[in-house]
């Protein structure tokens, strides 16, 4: 396994540990071949790599991407996660679908560079952790946090090796939730804690309506516009309506294991922050 007190300064050092991870296991509410992208079936085989080709296409402009699918507002909900999360000194920490390195970068900032337990980074896009490990070394960051390429599904990680794991904007693009809550807690130590912030089921029918509006008829034509990438923040806002509503994932995170389940609505709840532990 890969020294986590090391930064990879190559993509060749970026360490990939999804070839053998495809899951096969297949959700009760779908066909046993199939599985959705956005609002369309896809063969369940394919949905990883539809899922990579999308975050390959907006790497590059992925903060972009986030204002402008958030209006500019998910940062403020990182740093209501950072707050809850409340890092401390020398524990390790994973963040999931963390390419860019935002979530990661702010828990060494929160912590101290000095003091920061071993941060990991994993996620299933090369193209995206590029962005993170270079917005690392600009930020003068080259210690303390490592870079794996791995699926959600399928950790490359040991059991109990975490104090705490975060997923921002992630949950919603693996193919199976379930194998994904089972993953982070099993790769938790009891006492460890699991946090998603990701879009959510907005919770006031005014402002509902309007983010629809918004979300299907601007946001793709602004993709294509800024970015030449309609397609993708078509998926993106397709993907956000077919995410569980807050109830039902804390219904699949106690499933999964996890005890003292809770959430916080922001925004009206175009976002939610579910936190959930390994007792």
Not at 163 to 172: D, E, H, M
Not at 194 to 211: A, D, G, K, R, T
Not at 215 to 222: A, R, Y
Request: net charge negative; charged share 25%; hydrophobic share 35%.
């Amino acid at each position: 396994m890969a020294d986590k007190q090391n930064t990879y300064h190559s993509q060749d050092n970026i360490r990939d540990d999804t070839q053998d991870n495809t899951m096969e296991n297949t959700p009760e509410n779908f066909t046993s071949d199939t599985t959705h992208f956005g609002y369309s079936e896809v063969p369940i085989n394919e949905k990883r790599n539809r899922v990579r080709g999308v975050f390959e296409s907006v790497a590059r402009n992925y903060d972009l991407m986030n204002d402008l699918m958030s209006g500019g507002i998910h940062r403020l909900w990182k740093t209501s996660l950072i707050d809850w999360l409340n890092p401390r000194a020398g524990e390790a920490h994973l963040d999931v679908a963390g390419g860019t390195g935002d979530i990661a970068l702010r828990v060494i900032d929160q912590v101290g560079r000095e003091l920061a337990g071993p941060v990991t980074v994993c996620d299933l896009t090369p193209d995206m952790m590029l962005v993170g490990r270079d917005r690392a070394i600009d930020q003068g960051i080259v210690q303390g946090i490592s870079w794996t390429c791995g699926n959600a599904e399928s950790l490359p990680f040991p059991d109990r090796s975490m104090n705490s794991y975060t997923i921002a904007f992630g949950l919603r693009n693996v193919t199976h939730i379930d194998k994904a809550l089972s993953e982070a807690r099993r790769v938790l130590k009891p006492g460890g804690r699991f946090f998603c912030l990701e879009f959510s089921q907005v919770v006031l029918p005014v402002l509902s309506e309007i983010y629809d509006q918004y979300s299907f008829k601007i946001l793709p034509t602004m993709g294509q516009l800024i970015a030449n990438d309609r397609e993708s923040y078509q998926y993106l806002a397709e993907s956000i309506r077919r995410f569980p509503p807050q109830d039902d994932l804390i219904r699949m995170m106690t499933a999964a294991g996890f005890e003292q389940c809770s959430y916080r609505n922001y925004t009206g709840g175009v976002a939610a922050i579910h936190c959930g532990w390994r007792i």
